[in-house]
T-cell receptor
Framework: GEDVEQSLFLSVREGDSSVINCTYT??????LYWYKQEPGAGLQLLTY?????DMKQDQRLTVLLNKKDKHLSLRIADTQTGDSAIYFC???????????FGAGTRLAVHP | DAGVIQSPRHEVTEMGQEVTLRCKPI?????LFWYRQTMMRGLELLIY????????DSGMPEDRFSAKMPNASFSTLKIQPSEPRDSAVYFC???????????FGQGTRLTVV
C-alpha cells in the first residue's frame, strides 16, 4: 500500500541548516506537502511542491523533489529556536482522495 | 473564517464512559478528516467524509469508534465505551478536495483514566 516514511528525530545547532528527509511510494502524487506542528497545536501547512518541479524555494525553506528515487526533502536555512517543532511530509494516496502523512520528524534546535 | 473548530480542547474521562468529540469544518470544504495522534503510532487517519458521506473508515480501530456528519458544518467522533488506550490527541481537518491542502483544528486531547 501507500506509505510515507521519515526519520523521527533531528537535532541541530542554532544558525545551522536543517535537512528533513522523506520517502514516499505513490508515484502518482501530484502535490507533496510539508506540515509543521508546534507544541500543543494542530498541523499547519508550511510549504508544498508540485510533482513537475524539482525544487521550490520560499525564504529560508527549500524543498527538493527527486521523483526517480521518490525522495522529498525540506531544508531550513539559518535554523532558529522557533523552528523547533514536528515536521510532517504528506502526499495523496494513489486511487484515494486523501492525504497520507509520515510519522513526523521532531526537530530540536539547541544553542 | 475562523478555521476548523474542535471541541472540547481537553477531555478527561473514566474508562467505560462515552466520549464525543466535535468538529466544525471550514465553510465550503467538502472533505472532512478525523486523525488520531499518539507518540507510538504517529498520525493515523481514522475516517474521512466527502459531502457528509463517509468514504473510508478503514482506519477506525474498533466498533467502539463511530463518526457521523449530519450536515456540512458539523461532525462528531464518538467512543463508547472508552478505554485508557484511546488516550491521544484527536484532530479534525477539512479541505476543498480530498488530496489537497488540509486545514487542521487545534485538536482534542483525550485522557481516559
Amino acid at each position: 500500500g501507500e506509505d510515507v516514511e521519515q526519520s523521527l528525530f533531528l537535532s541541530v545547532r542554532e544558525g545551522d541548516s536543517s535537512v528533513i528527509n522523506c520517502t514516499y511510494t505513490d508515484s502518482s502524487s501530484t502535490y507533496l506537502y510539508w506540515y509543521k506542528q508546534e507544541p500543543g497545536a494542530g498541523l499547519q501547512l508550511l510549504t508544498y511542491i508540485f510533482s513537475n518541479m524539482d525544487m521550490k524555494q520560499d525564504q529560508r525553506l527549500t524543498v527538493l523533489l527527486n521523483k526517480k528515487d521518490k525522495h522529498l526533502s525540506l531544508r531550513i536555512a539559518d535554523t532558529q529556536t522557533g523552528d523547533s517543532a514536528i515536521y510532517f511530509c504528506a502526499g495523496p494516496s494513489g486511487g484515494y482522495n486523501k492525504l497520507i502523512f509520515g510519522a513526523g520528524t521532531r526537530l530540536a534546535v539547541h544553542p | 473564517d475562523a478555521g476548523v473548530i474542535q471541541s472540547p480542547r481537553h477531555e478527561v474521562t473514566e474508562m467505560g464512559q462515552e466520549v464525543t468529540l466535535r468538529c466544525k469544518p471550514i465553510s465550503g470544504h467538502d472533505y472532512l478528516f478525523w486523525y488520531r495522534q499518539t507518540m507510538m503510532r504517529g498520525l493515523e487517519l481514522l475516517i474521512y467524509f466527502n459531502n457528509n458521506v463517509p468514504i473510508d473508515d478503514s482506519g477506525m480501530p474498533e466498533d467502539r469508534f463511530s463518526a457521523k456528519m449530519p450536515n456540512a458544518s458539523f461532525s462528531t467522533l464518538k467512543i463508547q465505551p472508552s478505554e485508557p488506550r484511546d488516550s491521544a490527541v484527536y484532530f479534525c481537518a477539512s479541505s476543498l478536495q480530498g488530496a489537497n491542502e488540509a486545514f487542521f483544528g487545534q485538536g482534542t486531547r483525550l485522557t481516559v483514566v
